[in-house]
């Protein structure tokens, strides 16, 4: 269902409209409203103004207001969406000694994994849960937590983003290490070195050479070794 705290915030489960257009949300906008998305379940794929891109559950999105938007579910694709007007948005961070900060992310747009508890100390279901409960009826300083949570929220996406980011450059670091080790396998391959000193030659350990290559090819360094020599031995026949 759906539940609108009058002026401020509108929260709904994805399930409450998206079913009603054929899982196919058509590229839109909305002038003054921010939205972020939860999804707990299901994915599919998402256009964020011109960048096009799939999503898998747990998956969060922050949808800066004017920002082009589009989704096409798959179909039981389930979550929350929490709409909130710039004027309340503004209110709930501007005393915030971290609000430069949090403004910046507001104004950007997001689309990530969803951050864990343990990675990122803030519980994001239960949170938007929260919002939903707020919104569902009159209750006595409902503004202000209403206001609480959102805040919240955005030090969630904040902290969501920053793992993303390190997430990003620790994939990048083992791609580059796994495109080192090939380098150097074809420069070393008729010297006869085990993995060990090949590890040692990249100023790594074995294990941390194994995790690179294991998810840069699906395949562990001994195997990729395993399968030059083999192929070197075919042409010199």
């Not at 269902?1 to 009058?6: S, Y």
């Not at 420069?187 to 100023?203: F, K, P, T």
């Amino acid at each position: 269902g759906e539940a609108m705290a009058p002026g401020f915030i509108h929260v709904e489960r994805i399930s409450f409209r998206a079913p009603l257009h054929g899982w196919e949300i058509r590229a839109h906008r909305h002038a003054h409203l921010s939205e972020a998305f939860l999804f707990t379940a299901g994915g599919g794929v998402h256009r964020i103004d011109d960048q096009k891109g799939g999503f898998n559950a747990p998956w969060l999105m922050w949808i800066p207001a004017d920002t082009v938007h589009g989704f096409s579910f798959l179909p039981g694709t389930e979550g929350l969406v929490v709409s909130v007007a710039d004027d309340f948005l503004a209110t709930a961070i501007r005393h915030d000694p971290e609000a430069p900060r949090l403004r910046t992310v507001a104004d950007d747009p997001f689309s990530g994994k969803m951050g864990q508890p343990e990675e990122i100390d803030i519980e994001l279901r239960p949170l938007f849960e929260g919002i939903l409960r707020e919104a569902c009826g009159s209750y006595l300083g409902s503004i202000s937590a209403s206001a609480a949570l959102i805040k919240l929220l955005i030090v969630g996406i904040v902290r969501t983003r920053a793992l993303s980011t390190i997430n990003g450059h620790a994939a990048e670091a083992r791609a580059s290490l796994y495109r080192r080790y090939r380098k150097v396998v074809e420069a070393r391959l008729r010297e006869g070195w085990s993995v060990a000193r090949y590890a040692s030659e990249l100023c790594v350990t074995t294990d941390r050479l194994h995790d690179a290559c294991s998810e840069a090819a699906g395949k562990a360094p001994q195997e990729i070794l395993h399968d030059r020599l083999m192929l070197e031995a075919t042409r010199n026949l």
